[in-house]
Structures are given as C-alpha cells and as structure tokens.
C-alpha cells in the first residue's frame, strides 16, 4: 500500500485507518460466536469423563486412548478411515477426472455449451436427502434402473443388490456423490481453462505443439491452481462424508459397516446409532471429532504448501 | 487439434450427451414417479405414468402448508446470503488488500470452520440460541448459515481479491475515497463473478439445510422446505407417489431459480471459483 | 470523506441495529399470545406440545386431542413429531439444554430409562389409574427403584402374517409344529413362491426376525428366565442352533434379500409376491392402507418344544420433561391417557394394541392378535433386557446377523460377540 500524500490532516487519516479494523469484526463475532465457540467447548468434552449425557471428571487423554485400544473402537476406527480414503481416491480419479475431461470439451466451444454445464451442475442443486433417495431407487435389486438396463443389455451376470452387497455397497455411494459434484468440478476446471491466456497457447502451436505435447506444456501446469484447489476441497469434503452415507444407508453404516466412515462414526458415537437405542458416547465422539480435525488441517496445510512451492517454481 | 477433428468432434458430443443424461436422468424419473402409485413404480420402474393427474400434488399441498415453508426458505436464504456477503467482502477485503501481521493467522482461522463437523458443537450451540432467545426463530437459521458459510466464502473472496490489480484502488485512494468507497464502487463491482459463486454456493445451502432447522425449529409454522419434506418419509413410507411429489416439489423451486438466474449462475461460478 | 467516514462508522451500527430490529420482529408474536389469555382470564389457558416420532400420526393425535379438549377446553395441545430417525438427536440436545417439549414420547426399556437417570424425566409414581396396567406393560418405563416415568400407550407385537389366498390356492394351512413350518416354506419354494418376505439390507428387521424365530428353538420363556438369572448365557448351544436356523431361514428370502429393505418387502407380501411376513403389528395399517383388499392373518410361531408364541413389547410410553413450566397440565393430559375412552379411540384410530387393559377393537386380526399378546406372549427380549452397553447388545446382535448373512461371520461367532457385549453391562453375566 502506498500511502497517498493528498489533503487529509493527520487526525482524519488516522480515524480513517483505525476504521479499517472494523471491516473483519461481523465475520469475526458471526464465525466466533456460531462456529468456534461451539466447536471449542465441545472439543474440550473429549478430556472427560461421559455417563451418558451428564459430564463426569476430567480424564485428561483417555478417551482418545480408549478409542484407539479398546475394541470395537478401534478396528471400526481404521475400518471407517480407509472407506475415507477409498472415498477421496475414487472422487479425485471419477469424479474430477471426468469434469477436468468434460470442461475441455466444453472449452473447445462446442455447440449447445451452455446447456451442457447447466445439465451437469442441476444434480448440485438438490438436498442431499432427495439425492440419496434417488440413489436408493436407482440402485434398488428388483425395480432399479440400473439393474434393468444389465437386463436389457444382456449383462444379466453383473445384477447384484448394490447397496446391500459390502463389496459393492461404498463404491455405489461413491458414484452417487460424484454425479451430485460433478458439476461443480467442470465449472471450476471451465474457469481454469479460461483463464489460460490464448497468446500462450498460440505460441505453443507455432512451436509446434500439439495434441498430447500441448498439454502436457501448457494446458496441465497451468490447470494446477484450479486442480489444487479441487483437490483440497475434495479431500475435506471426502475425509468428512457424512450426510448421503447417513441418507442412504443410516448411521450403523450398512451393511455390516461395509460403508461406516469417520463422520458416521462420529455421529454413532455422539449422538447414538439412529434406532430406538440411543446409546451416547459423547467423549469418544469428541476424541474422534478432534482426531479427524487435526488430521484433515495437517494434511491440508503440508499439501498446500507444497502445491504453493511448486507453484512458484513455474 | 486440426488433423484428429475428424473424429475428436463426434468423440466429444457423444461423451457430453453421455454425460448429461446421467446427470438429468434421475430428476426426470424423480418427477415421472411422482405420478405412479406405489405399484406402479414396482411393476413399472421405467415406463411412462399411466396419467399425468395432479391429484397427488393437491392432495399433498392440501396436508402441509407449502406456502409457509416455502416463504420461509425464501426468508432465510435470502437473507442469509445478502448478510454473507456484505460481511465476508468486508472481511477478505481486510485480508487480501492490507497487509498486516496477524491477517495470514485470521485467514487461517476463518478456514478452520470447513475441517469440522459443526454438529459436534450443537449442545452449547441450542444454548447459546436459547440465551440469545432464537430458538424457534429463523434468525437462528440465518446465524447458522452465515457462520458455516463463511469459510468457503472467505476463501473463495480472499483468493479473487488477491488477484485484482492495485492500480485501480491507488487511482481512487489519490482521489480521496476512504476504504469502503474502495470497496464498494472499485472493488466490489470488478468481483462481479466472484460474488456470483459466493451467492450461489450459500443460497443452495442455505435452502438445503435441514440439520440446524430440526434442532433449532419446533413450531410448525416456521418449518423451512427441506424439514417438512423430512415428515413426509414418515408419513407416506408406504405410499411412493406422494413421496416422489414432495421430493419433487422440494426440489422445484431450486431448479426454477436456477433455469432463470442459470446465466448469472454460470458465469459466476465460471468466472468466480479459481485464482 | 466526511461522508465516507460516517459510513465507515456506521456500518457496524447499522449491522447491529439491523439485527436486533430482526430479533425484535419476533417479539409481537410473543407478546400477543399472553395478552390474548388474559383477555379472557375466566380460564387460565395453558400450551403443551408433545414430542414424538411418530410422524406418521399426526392426523391421529389431531383426533385425540380433540377428544382430550372436550374435557379440558383449557389446555391447548399441540403434537410435533421428528422423524424416527432424528428424533433421538432432536430431543437429547433440547433436553441436555433444560428445554424440550412438555411431554415426550419415551423410548421404551433402557433407552428411556437413560433420560430418567439423567433427572430430564418427571416421576408420575402418584398416577393412580396406572395401578391396574399390568406389569409387563409399566416395566418399559419403570426404573430399577420403581420409579414410574412413562404412561405406556401400545404394545407392540411381533409375528409371522400370510397370506391367506396363497396358502389356500396351494393347500396350505397354519402351521401347528415346527416341523410343519418348515414344510411348508419348501412346499412354496418348489411352487416358485417366495415364501418369506423378509431383507437384510437393514439390520434391526433382523434383530426382529430373531426376535419371532429365536423363541421357537431356544425354550422361549424358559430361557428368557435362566438367561435373566445369570443361569444361562449367549453360548448356549440352543443360542447357537437359533442363529442356524435363522441362516438357514435365507433361502426363502426373496431373491436379491441382502439389498431388499423395509418398504422393498412390505411392497412384495403387498403385491402377493411373498407369502408370509414376518413383522410387527405396527404394520397392519400400513398395509391396508396400501392395498385394502389384501386377505392377510398371522400365526404364532410354533416352537420346536410344542408352543407357541408372539413376541411382545411395549412401544412407547409419554413422559412429563422435568424442566416443564406446565406439569399440572400435563399431567392432566397423561391422566386423559389412561382412560378408556383414549383407549377405545386408540385403537380404533391407531389400529394398534393398546395398553390399557380391557380395551377391545372392531378389526378381528387386531382383536386376536391382542388376545395372543395375553396369552401366548414372550418377550421380545433384545428391546425389553439388552439395549444396554455401548454399543447396544441389540445393536451387536443386529450387525453380527448381518454379517452373518452375507457369509462374513459364523454364527458361533455372533454368539460369542454378543456375549462378550453383554457381560460388558449385563448384571447377571457378572456374577
């Protein structure tokens, strides 16, 4: 900032500078009061002692041992974080692959593009509940659509009961996610591609370059900022699942925790599973809460920093 | 590019075409189903209604009081994201356009909202509306979307904002226009499509919440969409057509607004999320 | 600059003033319900609101508390339900912060005595009327002291329905043994009928169906009562064989069972796809109301020792929330809800069981059904003695099936992660 050397006396352009401290302050007291307080106090229940919902003695790290030691906590723990991780590899390969796909499709100015990016972003629209009902009808054994299209196109062998098989139920879950955000990935790639600047890429082809070699040098580096922040959210957003797992198959992730993630898991605990027995383990629920924090926060700070070093370096 | 066209053209309409049926199909059959009976859907998954008779969408806005939930969503979406705006273009104006010591640490703070799962904090959070004397209120609604939307909307604002020219603002500070004349007639109007993504991501999840209106809403009247659609499960678990009308209305009004803004919404988010 | 200064100090007023205008818009609307009320001061006109999760009877209670109002026009009711699988979350935090509704549905044993122990609960030891309830049916909301906190509204009952044209178009009857129970699931078989509309896709529907089967093999009450005295426990061969069966049972599920869910199996015994249904009574309404025509009726299952049984529970009680402004009120309504005309009504509306004694309906399979409940009833044991432990014995069991069924665990296996469960809590494995 370079200060301006105009008219202002001395009194008047330090009121104007203090002001400028006011212009964070509604966000600050809005985010602090709903969000951080909140989220703080209910940290801190993780370091005590919980008989069902009234808070026993501090118990300093505990529960967070007790989650990681004492079965069945701790092999549900590991069993829910792999899924997580399952689920954040199948949404960056499908799920952003396909939308980094589609956006340079529609980069190339084909026709009816419009309608195109509309169509894909529509399913973002929907409340997730209505977005898990649909999956379950689609997915259902005996009237889903998908299993009659096998049906009909003589696959008869690869019918199974989607959601109710473990090896396939995840996976199923997965999918239906990726169809719901896949919009959003190709507006956010469109936008990566857009802001190529098209000198560099007429350069590019004077030299010769073209197909694979065209985007290999050009178009992929300078995508990295858009697939950086892609991959961010989608990794937070894959470590945090919660809301279409919860939709379509409960909290006891179904079948046989074939589709349990950290957040369900979490919920199980904190609020107790979703049946008439509601068993709580408030302190547990907060450990785990803090544990996947923690992990989402370093995970995303050393990606960032990398992603931002290697930014430089181009 | 010249000489795989041949075949790169047909290539690629065919995977968009591909693509978007996919992603249209299931609303299409959500509103197709919603005109079967029960056995109708079982026995006919796939085929066309036997009648296209509204009966069903009467006998439902007969039962819940649509209008009601309706103007409330409108309510406290509305005004959820012209409050997230305001404040968080103040916000990331502060960081992004000033450089002082502590502005990387708020940065970090304000995107600490995204790593957690809110509901954990939902015990002191129904106390803290009861003291501030929401419960039951939509304010306590419009609270709750601003604060869960302002990490994402702080990052998207701050990033755009770095990006922006400085020579703009320099030529309205030597003017003598104070920072908020900056931002509202320089800044502001450059962000255009920033701003389109803010608001469109907000107002979605705003009109989608349904967690913090079941906790914080018991009074019927002030019900928003998305809960009165949740009673619907219960109540016609049996009854498949009903359901399908009220997932279908629920979702109608979104899809509405989006066919109308859907210019405006494109560009912003084109234009607004990268940088 | 002048200007721009202003504004820069007025827009954080301006915020704040634009948010307590907000909060003040509620303010009329409070304001006028008390000025209302004192307007007419002959009465003193007092607000309940019920929470529940039954959603699907708001209608219903809309019925009941008209007939409540005939009495007590002073007390003005309102009833709103969550959605079942909400309901827990929705009410523990209202509870945890000293609010909640005036009166709540209660989650029947354990469940709700944790709300109890937790003092969210009023004691309605002095209810007079409940003194001729029986005592299976106050136990749900009792505690280890007898402490009563609920008014228990319906019994619930579990039990094979069929369909009756099914099994007379190909002969069939009622089974009287268990033997004949499994004949005639092969006799359908081999006649391309799916004989048991059943899924595995949800796990409590398999909790339930051990609940109706479990008694047949292992000696029902018998050893219902050796397992509450510690003299009997989950490894128990009986135990074992019961959980075979249940295995074995899977081939007369429909095709695809492992993805089928409740509104998939409901829909296929309501098409006469399927013949038999082994559910609860809760689900006799929702049926007919699906297809009016349906000719359906139940049997207790037979056990391998010669009786029978239907498997029995209380559902739900109302309970007074210990932080209401209006208990009197309320418990003039819970006093409303033991008389016989809420029964007659309930079951006339609800099409349900209820649990005050003596209270007979229209509907004959209802009628039997409740008559069964008296005498041919076992416990539904995992809801009434094992939602304890964290997680629930129930729940332990439940998943274990599942797992079961879909190959990935023996069931010696279930057994003992059952039993391992319930020793954690279950005080008469700790002896």
Redesign the interface.
Known sequence: ??T?T???SKK?KS??KW??????????V??G???????L???SYSFFEWK???RGDFVGFQNFVTLFTTE?YGSMFWNAFKHNVLYFVLQMVVMNG?AL??AF??Y?K?KGA?????????????????VG???K?????????LN?ILEKIGLESLQ???????NTALIAIILVNC?FG???GV??F???F??IPAELIEAARLDGA??FTLLRTIYLPLMV??IT?MGVLTF?QSF?A?ELVYAMQ???G????STDTL?VF???L????????????IGL??AL?TV??LF??IC?TVFLRFANKKDVQM | ?K??AIWT?PF??I??FA??T??????L??ML?SFKTSVE???N??GLPTSFSLDTYRTLLSKIPFTTYFMNSVFVSIVSVVLIV???S??S???A???FSWNNA?FF??L??????????????FI?MRDLGLINSLWSLV??N???G?PLT?LILT?FFRTMPYELE?AA??D?A??LRVLWHVVLPLMRPALGTVVIINF?AA??D?FFPLIFITDKVKRTI?VG??SL?GEHSADWGS?FAG?TL??LP??VL??IA??Q??EG??????? | ?KKI?KW??M??LL?VAALVGCSSNEEPAKETAPVSSTDDHRVEEVSLTIGSWRTEDVAKYEKVIALFNEKHPDIKVSFNPTK???Y??VL?TA??AGEGPDIFHL??Y??GL??A??GFVEKINDLQELSTYPEEALIASKDAEGNQYGVPINLSSTQFFYNKKIFADNGLEVPQTWDEFMQLNDTLLEKGITPIAM??????LLSLLHGIVGPAIYEGNDFYKAVLAGEKDFTDPAFIESLQVMNDLKKYF???????GMD?IRTLFVLEEAAMFPLGSWEIPVVLEMNPDLDFGYFPIPSKMGTKTVTTWVDGSFAINANSENKEAAKVFLEFLTTKEFGELFVKEFSMISAIPGISSDNALLNDLSKSTESEATPYMW?TNF??????T??VLE?EL??MY?G?VKQEDVAAKVQDNAKTWFAPFQK
């Open positions: 900032m370079k301006v105009v008219m202002p008047k009121w104007a002001t400028i401290h006011l212009f964070p302050i509604p966000a600050l809005i985010y009061m709903f969000v951080l307080y909140p989220i106090a209910a940290l069902g919902m009234s069945p396909l796909f589609l499709i529609i190339q084909i419009e309608f195109f990016k509309a169509a894909f972003f529509l399913p973002r629209l929907l409340s997730v509940i209505v009902f649909l999956g009808l689609i997915l259902n054994p005996n009237f889903g659509t009659i199974r009961a989607w959601l109710g098989d473990p169809w896949l919009g959003f507006l956010i469109l936008a990566g857009q802001s073209k197909g900022p858009s922040i937070i945090e919660f409960g909290s006891m179904e079948p046989y925790y957040a979490f919920y199980r904190a609020f107790g599973s979703s049946t008439a027995s509601g068993t709580t383990a629920g907060s809460a996947l924090f989402i926060l995303t | 590019m000489q795989g053209r690629y309409y995977v968009v693509m978007a996919i992603s249209l199909y299931p609303i059959l959500m189903s859907i079982y026995k998954p796939l305001i404040i968080c103040l916000a104006f502060y960081i356009r000033f450089k708020l703070i304000f600490l909202g995204m790593m957690i799962p809110i509901k954990l904090g939902i015990v002191p959070l803290l609270f709750m601003i604060a869960t302002i702080m990033g320099e500070r030597i003598g104070g920072n979605i009109w989608n349904f998305p659609m949740m499960f359901l997932l629920a979702s979104m899809i989006f066919f859907s210019k919404f494109m988010l084109t234009a607004g999320a990268v940088k | 600059m200064n820069l100090f827009m954080p915020i079942n699988t909400e827990n979350t523990n509870l945890q989650r029947p354990a469940a944790k709300l122990e937790a899924g595995t896709k949800e796990s409590w429909p095709a695809n069972s492992e993805g089928l998939d809801v939602t304890g432990g964290d997680p629930t129930k729940t998943t599942q797992g879909l990935q």
